[in-house]
């Protein structure tokens, strides 16, 4: 995978509590490559002008508009505030959206974590869409740890984080989070731990590299 032209965009969708932030954090090591998650509000604000703190706010959450108060307080009292439409979800994906197209076009290669990633680059030959899911068992036990929560808040925290994450993507894409049908790949975390998952999706982006240069070639 030495050709940056041809290095994969691995967008990643995830139950929480599943790994996949973990998973995605060890396959752009693995493959040099960079990683975007909360990072990706980031490059959306470079890309728009509007302060991170609007993207921070609409994260993975269904379309809502937000208030003219908040746009005066995030952009000043001598701010003119823009349109609803701007200010709105709808308007800050959009900006998000082009980020991440603009990501893709480095042609460097990176993973990226949620936020309709798989369907923004739906039309991008390098795309690589990976859905990782895991027993609630093993979900609730890794959110316990991870944030030292009881059962019945792991719980909570799961529920209400999958019901955000599920509105969010099907609002946008018109598809459903989470169905084998919109993904290249669903796994179960479960089967082989996270290193081992890790590796089982380096080698199908490694050999999905290497049909596309053997398709490329023979179009030569």
Aim: proline residues 1%.
């Amino acid at each position: 995978m030495e050709n940056n032209k041809n290095k994969a965009v691995i967008t990643i969708g995830r139950q929480y509590g599943s790994g996949g932030r973990a998973i995605g954090k060890l396959l752009s090591e693995k493959l040099g490559i960079a990683y975007y998650d909360k990072e990706l509000l980031t490059e959306a604000a470079k890309e728009s002008g509007i302060c991170e703190e609007m993207f921070k706010k609409m994260d993975e959450k269904e379309s809502t508009s937000f208030f003219r108060a908040n746009s005066i307080a995030f952009f000043g009292m001598n701010y003119f505030a823009p349109s609803n439409d701007y200010l709105s979800n709808e308007g800050l994906f959009r900006f998000q959206s082009e980020a991440i197209r603009k990501l893709a076009k480095k042609g460097e290669g990176c993973v990226i974590v949620g936020r309709c990633a798989d369907y923004i680059l739906r039309e991008c030959p390098n795309r690589i869409s990976v859905f990782f899911h895991s027993s609630k068992e093993k979900r609730l036990a890794r959110i316990m740890q991870r944030n030292d929560f009881t059962l019945e808040k792991a719980r909570d925290v799961m529920t209400k984080a999958d019901k955000t994450r599920s509105s969010y993507y099907n609002y946008y894409t018109n598809k459903s989070w989470g169905d084998v049908t919109s993904y290249d790949l669903s796994v179960n975390v479960d089967v082989l731990g996270i290193t081992g998952t890790m590796g089982l999706i380096k080698q199908f982006t490694e050999n999905r590299i290497m049909r596309l240069n053997s398709i490329k070639n023979e179009g030569k």
